[in-house]
């Protein structure tokens, strides 16, 4: 599976955008696809993720009720829709897909990782 995150860019606070990882090489029928983001100096953090087939989500704290992860079947992508940015959101932000059966939140649960995308929020 090759991943390809795309859809950072720079946005004032309070702002939204919208990351997609698109999949080649394999469906995601059978995997989990998690968001991670990290900034320098800090280890790789997660954000959000979502089982392919069931559709179950989860959300970090920081994030909940401002992100929203979802996928779509016929573009093998998902999507991680962020509304009301904070500069705190500010960092690299990687797509991954891993198996299911294992913890969403751990980064070692992932065994693709797309290249990564920047997200800045100005204050």
């Known amino acids: 599976v090759q991943l390809q995150a795309s859809g950072g860019g720079l946005v004032q606070a309070g702002g939204s955008l919208r990351l997609s990882c698109s999949a080649s090489?394999?469906?995601?029928?059978?995997?989990?696809l998690g968001w991670f983001r990290q900034v320098p100096g800090k280890e790789r953090e997660f954000v959000a993720a979502i089982n392919w087939a069931t559709a179950y989500t989860d959300y970090a704290s920081s994030v909940k009720g401002r992100f929203t992860i979802s996928r779509e079947y016929a573009k093998n992508t998902d999507y991680l829709q962020m509304n009301s940015l904070k500069p705190e959101d500010t960092a690299v932000y990687y797509c991954?897909?891993?198996?299911?059966?294992?913890?969403?939140?751990?980064?070692?649960?992932?065994?693709?990782w797309g290249q990564g995308t920047q997200v800045t929020v100005s204050s």
């Open positions: 090489g394999r469906t995601f029928s059978s995997y989990a």
């Open positions: 991954a897909a891993g198996p299911p059966y294992l913890p969403l939140h751990s980064s070692s649960s992932y065994n693709f």
